[in-house]
């Protein structure tokens, strides 16, 4: 695979997708089976995570751990030079003399470029403020092609928070690619999607449609939510006020929906309720974020199994 900086969903192209696929099905049968491999023996991985996570970090530890390779970290601004002035180029010259490979989560928009620019070694984009978070839509598709045959010929739905939901914008990304795609945004007004997104996919002959209730999706075959974004709103009022109006319940899923995927953290976008019904994917689509992440490591660094 000649990708040796993940910086964007763009990047991804089908044969990329399917390229990533095989290989994660391969690192998901090495976990079925022994657990781990020393594939990466040889490698250290620098994780760079200025912004909170736990699920992405998590995900890229243990996939690190279990390719046998080793782990240097920063983990919050407040534990690094940044509050001396530092900057975030000059950090990642740094750290890319410490390791093979660097994951970044950053804080702002476009983060993620001036990072991987300064990398001397390859660099994967774990989320850049309000952005991109390309390595999200990788286990997003990932889970639907395994859970449903295709990424084509299906509708899908959006929702709480397509302006500020990096991970809804990569997906969309990537899905815009396929033939016969539906997208339903379902938002507040004040949440909805960005032009150069509608823009994106319209360009692609994706049918796209708007909405501001759940009452009126369209019988979408996959429903994809995320939280409201509230480090995000500039207003806390706004978040308060539809933090609880937009939530999904059991009731309020159409008959003809097949799959409901969540990148999470949950906050308040899904009952709990929800997780009691079969087409629930949003924790196997959580475990399937290690294989991937394994898959994206190994290749970038040259590997295969």
Known sequence: MPLERLISARQLSVDVLHEIFDMAR????VCQETG??????DKMIGLV???PSSRTLLSFQSAAQRLGAGI?????????????????SDAIKVVSGYCDLIVARLPKSGDAQIASDASNVPFINAGDGGNEHPTQ???????IIEELGALSNLDYAFGFDPLQSRSIHSLCLVLSQFENVGFDFVSPPELKAPGWLIDQCRSRSVRVSESSSLKDLKDPDVIYLNRLQEERFPDRSLFEKYRYEYRL?????PPATRLILDPLPRVDEIALTVDELPIAGYFRQAQNGVYIRMALL????GRSL
């Open 137 to 143: 839509s990788l286990v997003d598709t990932f889970t």
């Open 298 to 301: 190994a290749m970038l660094l």
């Open 72 to 88: 240097v970290f920063i983990q919050g601004v407040g534990s690094t030079s940044f509050e001396k002035g530092e900057s975030l």
């Open 249 to 253: 319940t059991p009731d309020q899923i």
């Open 49 to 51: 995570f200025l912004e």
């Open 36 to 41: 781990r491999t020393n594939l990466l023996a």
């Open 26 to 29: 391969k690192m998901r049968t």
